[in-house]
């Protein structure tokens, strides 16, 4: 091997070893143990460890509750995307106007609660959402709206958890789609504007086809990240009420790490996994050629 | 739509959804000065009646948060200066050095990025259980030491460094070691900013894995520590309010005092990527 070879070779070592040792075998390992009925007793001693196939997703597929906390998520997922994406395109949208002041400012406002931790701040919608003392539903009293259970009732919990992490979220694909938008060259407006394109025909016929790719990946990440919902529901909702906030990586820390049921749990892993992964793939593959989804 | 108009549609929509977005934070900070009970009096109040530092005299007295604070500093930057250091050091092998299987290991690490970190999780518990790393700093850093975000960004930018600057100190008969340190380091300042910032903020906001590997009340990292207070003490508005305060405001700071490091990551990584 040449000398930079080599050179190579160790200085790309440390960083290759640690994702090799505490990422990529313990893939590997979870898939085994996604076979295997390994508990508590296991846990103890390894002697009582079963190979049991795909009894694990068998169960999972027969278990009302997992059904259950995979509608949860695919609401949160279906909603939480768009609405989430909306607000950061709009968003965009206002700051990259002509005609914004202090777009400094306002970037940072905007983007204010996405560096904040997702603990503390569901702590704080956690009062601004009660029922009584809580601001929104104040505010909205003066519009003459009667107070919503927001986190009590089973039908609003999961509409205020999209709430609350559509505001989390939207400043950062907002800041993404604000530089894709600044990219698009002021020329080409100019000449839609003298070949007499309004504002409207401007945005369908100009920005928006150039926009596309940066959406489909944005779209893609964000639904990658919204199945991965977790620490919004242990600290508002807990799950409830009747379960209606349980998503599927809840219902995984409850049955891995509370009744370590380890087995179960990693088969719960890998189905959110390839969840993620097929609904990922579709998209791109319909980005890719808009005619494959017809 | 007038001129003039646009201006004030642009501009008050802008504001108001600022407002929203800051809102929270502020109102936050407001009622972690409250005195006990007050933030639960109707209607309810913007500004705190009186100003009392009772909340954080409780947070760092009673329930002992300067311990969960320490913590989450300690495994905050010891996650970042080790996965500074690994990143850079993969990022410019990738980047400049030919060495064997280069591209197929660089085409795994893309690939790689398509399994969320869940996966790992379990099993990586069950690993570190015979280590004797469950309930240790070093088992709450240990996924976050490298990450193929981090080479991927530094890759970028190392792209840019001219071959001829350092083939130039090659025939000077410098060593690779050398030229890496004082050639190589110093042009990638900006990206190791960048980088710096974005695993603080990681490794402070993290949730999911400190709450699995910290069992131990002592070892409690803030979210963590916050999350099992929230569930104790679901009536103490301001005291948790408090709590928030300590956790949201140094991330807060630090953004706000290296943001342009912070959003130049986020547009290379997320436009290019």
Known sequence: MTRSGVVGWALAAPALAVILVFFAVPVVIGLALSLTDFDLYALADL?????VGLDNYARLLHTPLFWQAFGNTLYFVAVGVPVSIGLSLGAALLLHARVAK???????????????????????????????YGLINQALGTLGIDPVDWLGNPHWSMPAIILFAAWKNFGYNMVILLAALQAVPRELYESARVDGAGSLRQFSDLTFPMLTPTLAMVGIMTLAGYFQLFAEPYVMTQGGPLRSTV????????????WWNLGYASAVAFVLFLVIFAVSAALWRFDRDPAAGR | MTPRLAVWVVNGLLAGLAAVSVFPLLWMLSVSFMPAGSASTLPTPLLPPAVTLDNFRTLFGGVGMGRYLFNSFAIAVL????SVTFNVMAGYAFAKLRFRGRETLFRLLLGALVIPGQVAMLPLFLMLKPLGLINTYGGAIVPAMASVFGIFLVRQFARGIPDELLEAARIDGASELRIFLTIVVPLLGPVLATLAVFSFLGSWN??????????DDALHTLPVALAGLSREHVQDS?????????????VLLLFLALQRQYMAGLMAGGVKG
Request: aromatic content about 16%.
């Open chain 1, 47 to 51: 002697s009582t460890l079963r190979f």
């Open chain 1, 102 to 132: 202090w777009q400094a400012l306002f970037r940072t406002a905007l983007f204010a609660p996405v560096v904040t931790t997702v603990v503390a701040v569901a702590v704080i919608w956690r009062y601004l959402l009660h029922t009584r």
């Open chain 1, 247 to 258: 998503s599927v990586l809840y219902f995984m820390y409850e049955e891995g790490f509370r």
């Open chain 2, 79 to 82: 996650a970042t200066a080790i």
């Open chain 2, 206 to 215: 993290d949730f999911m894995w400190p709450l699995i590997v910290l069992t």
């Open chain 2, 238 to 250: 301001e005291l948790m309010m408090a709590g928030s305060v300590v956790t949201v405001l140094p």
